[in-house]
């Protein structure tokens, strides 16, 4: 049996002889015929052929199939290759036949998919890359919309084409960067000008794009982009400059008018930073705000402020040379002519069509002409001063000689007897003083051509005047002496009619009319009659009231005022100005009051010899004088004997008048001070009934009337206790 | 009349302080005599044996001074300090404090308080037996029209008298307010105020030689028995020279009274009679505060200049204590007509 199994044909082969043999001895016994018996078994044969030719059909059929694989793979393998550009592995070498088909096919399945691996790696790669490129050249065209449809092309995947790729990506991501980069630099530049001009940088670049306006959100850098903030820089810029050029005016204008009115550095250091700016070129100027609207406005401001003081000095210069003219004008008594012309030169500099500088000019070439002009007349002015003066002392010799009581001996006599002396030689050189004066006069006129004026008055015309004056008076005097030559022939014939001597008529207007600016002489007497007063003083023990001890010296005084009334008060009633005649009676009162105080000082308590005059007494007395007791006042006219009593300060009392003492109101018993013997008789007290408890009329108004005295006892002086009140007298004064 | 010697001033005490008296109290116990002065010291002398017996010195000068009882006194300062002193220990404490300097102290056995007098316009009591801290000690404080220059007791009375010639009469019992305010019958300032003993008035010195003598008692008989008299003056040559009273003490017996003053003289008067009964013979210089022994059988006399004048070259000061004769101080009566 087991023969058998090893060997299926020959079995099968068995199998078939068997079935033969079975089907041989089946005939026989069927008892078939040859024929059939051969038909059969050519049926048999033909089946069996037929099978055959099927199985080797089917197997010729596997054979092309495994072929057609093989080639399939092989193409594809060299398909794969070719794309990836490498080169194709030949694992089959055409001649040599390494094996089977299906062995053929075993070895190249596995480096086909191999392949297909490897293709689709490298196929990711490539969709990498291209999906960088594809997003970064979104980004930078700056539209979503384009090249989304590129793909990868499957028949290129070789390394050189992802290389390529790689590049095209690298030289995007740089341009990207590169533009990132430029994004950053103009929204650099746009802040710093934004800051300089004082714009709000976040507003700026919102407007160019939203998105730039975040700080951390993602940055577009489409080529629109740039533009856009390239033209915003563009347009700032221009303002920068525009607004610098404003400025850099604005400071040049400023540092003139420093310049101009010597503006004091401190003042200056506020605007340090404008002016330091002012030769700065677009790109120095970096500082914030330096050129904002508000700092540009504030600029302006102060600029007009300068302008505005500018012009209000040059006002003022203009119109101090305009005094300063009119004073050398007035100093040598020439007139200004073209008064008008300043007032209408300010006028023209506040409407701004002049130049103040301009009139200032003017003035100041005006005012060297006057001083030129001035300095020629020096010499004749001279002259004419001494003349005035001269005249000045003719009129007052002539009031003086009309004096009745002019030799009367009083204070001060001398010294006008002196001055009436000089006087007489004075007026006799006047007329040769005119004549020179008039000389000289013409003289400079011919020299000049115009006409020599004083105050606006033709000098010669004045002395001319002078001239006739002086003889019409000459004329008078002759006439009046002649008159009173009649006179006192008439006088002595009838001095029974007449009595006494007439009192020579004044002739008082004659002198006035040709004196333009001599109010000197009067003057003059004014203030000589000023110390015949003896200097009154303003004295602040002045009191209204003067008490009745002083009586005798300010009587004394009234006689001294009285004695020379002349001299005294008829000077301060002829003073036509510049003494207060109201105020004399109160400097009357004042230097009452300084003659009667002493500089003697006593103090309280100290006994005084009896033969101590009543002088000291009052002497005592204006101690507090000036804290004026108006209450002491009134007790004196009250009780006048007892008045040196009154302040505690003097404690000196008469025996004769203590009997008077007003708190004593009842006349009390004979004072016994003497000390008693211990052994004998008792002393009967100086005793007198005090007033009624509450009230004390004296006591009460007292210490109503003075408030502000403030009296301390002896320990409070001597510890010096000073009661805290800013209003008290450190004086011990009772009251 | 005729001029007779007066005796001897009395015995001076040694170790007298070395700058002016501002007052001299004999204790109500024994002879002890308590002496402030203005060289900030409070001196505590045994009167009758002439011994100093304790001394305190303070901050500033002591401006008056009072026994509390034999052991223990108060002093007022112009550092405006009020102290009690302690003599057995030698300690002192300060009760409080016033304002501007303290110019008088006064103890009221009626009321156990002490009371002050200042120049800060206020008078203060104290009580001393409180612990010490001026919240404690402080009893009350009294608003017065002007500086306080004398206090005086009489039982529950007491008299104040200030610059401006003010004088506050209060029942110490009361003190919110004032029983009596009146005005110095006197002109000038005053000096001193001592309630008579009997408890019905007070003499009221001032500056110019004048005591007043008034009565509490608002009563038009009262009122009419009030008069003044002047004393301390000098006579010379037709003129009178007239002096501060400093000092007024009443004679615990007799009630007659004792004034001194800055001619360095002391008088001593019978009010009633209203007559002198003597005067001693002058002391160095001022008389600046006087006090009677409670027996009355000594007089103390501080003799010290009291600056009437201001700082000038003065007697040194001095305290004398003289035994009083009863004849120097007793009332004579009145000579029946």
Known sequence: MSSLQVDPLQQVETTCGTLLYELQIIWDEVGESDTDRDKMLLELEQECLEVYRRKVDKANRCRAQLRQAIADSEAELAAICSAMGERPVHIRQSDQNTGSLKEELRKILPQVEEMRKRKSDRKNQFLEVVDEIRNISNEIQGTMECISSKTVDEADLSLRKLEELHRQLHALQKEKSDRLKQVQDHLYTLNSICLVLGVDFKQTVSEVHPSLGDSEGSKNISNEIIEQLAAAIQKLREVKLQRMQRLQDLATTMLELWNLMDTPIEEQQMFQNVTCNIAASEHEITEPNTLSVDFINYVEAEVSRLEALKSSKMKELVLKKRSELEEICRKTHMVLEADGAIEYAIEAIESGTVDPAYVLEQIELQIAKVKEEAFSRKEILEKVEKWLSACDEECWLEEYNRDENRYNAGRGAHLILKRAEKARSLVNKLPSMVDALASKTMAWEQERGIEFTYDGIRLLSMLEEYTILRQEKEEERRRQRDQKKLQGQLIAEQEALYGSKPSPSKPQSVKKAPRMSTGGASNRRLSLGGTMLQTPKPDSKATPHSRPGRKSDRMHQIDQLNCNPDNGFTALSTGRRGLDVAGLPIKKHSFGAREVEPPMMRKPFSPISSTASSKTNITNFSEDLNTATTHSETIQKALPTSNMNMPFSTPLKTTTTSVADEENKTPRAMPIPVPSTPSTGSVPMQTAMTPAPPPIPFAANVVEQIPEEIEYSFEELRAGFVLPKTHMKSSMIQV | ?337
């Not at chain 2, 401006?164 to 300032?189: A, C, F, I, T, W």
């Open chain 2, 1 to 337: 009349m005729t001029f007779v010697p007066p005796p001897a001033p009395g015995r001076e005490l040694s170790n007298p302080p070395s700058d002016g008296i501002s007052n001299l109290r004999f204790s109500n116990l024994s002879d002890h005599l308590l002496v402030s002065s203005w060289d900030k010291s409070v001196r505590l002398y045994d009167a009758s044996a002439n011994v100093l017996r304790g001394e305190f010195m303070h901050g500033g000068p002591v401006l008056d001074c009072c026994f509390h009882d034999d052991s223990s006194g108060f002093s007022v300062s112009a550092d405006h300090t009020v102290r009690r002193l302690v003599f057995s220990s030698n300690k002192e404490d300060i009760l409080g404090r016033h304002e501007a300097p303290v110019r008088c102290v006064e103890y009221s056995y009626a009321a156990g308080q002490l009371i002050t007098g200042s120049w800060d316009k206020t008078l203060k009591c104290w009580d001393p037996r409180g612990a010490s801290g001026q919240d404690r000690t402080l009893v009350g404080t009294y608003a017065q029209p002007e500086r306080v220059y004398s206090l005086s007791l009489v039982g529950n009375r007491l008299v104040v008298a200030t610059a401006g010639r003010h004088v506050n009469v209060y029942d110490l019992r009361n003190m919110s307010q004032p029983e009596q305010r009146r005005e110095s019958s006197l002109k000038y300032q005053t000096r001193c105020v001592r309630c008579y003993p009997n408890g019905t008035g007070y003499a009221l010195s001032s500056v110019e030689g004048r005591v007043a003598m008034e009565f509490f008692e608002l009563s038009e008989a009262s009122q009419a028995k009030k008069y003044a008299f002047k004393c301390h003056r000098k006579s010379e040559a037709g003129r009178d020279i007239v002096y501060p009273v400093n000092a007024i003490a009443f004679h615990p017996i007799y009630g007659t009274f004792a004034t001194g003053g800055c001619d360095g003289f002391v008088n001593v008067w019978d009010g009633n009679n209203k007559k002198r009964l003597y005067q001693y013979s002058k002391y160095p210089t001022s008389v600046a505060a006087l006090s009677f022994s409670k027996d009355g059988r000594l007089l103390a006399v501080a003799s010290s200049y009291t600056y009437e004048e201001g700082d000038k070259p003065h007697e040194p000061d001095s305290i004398f204590v003289r035994s009083v004769n009863e004849i120097e101080v007793k009332p004579k009566p009145k000579v029946l007509p």
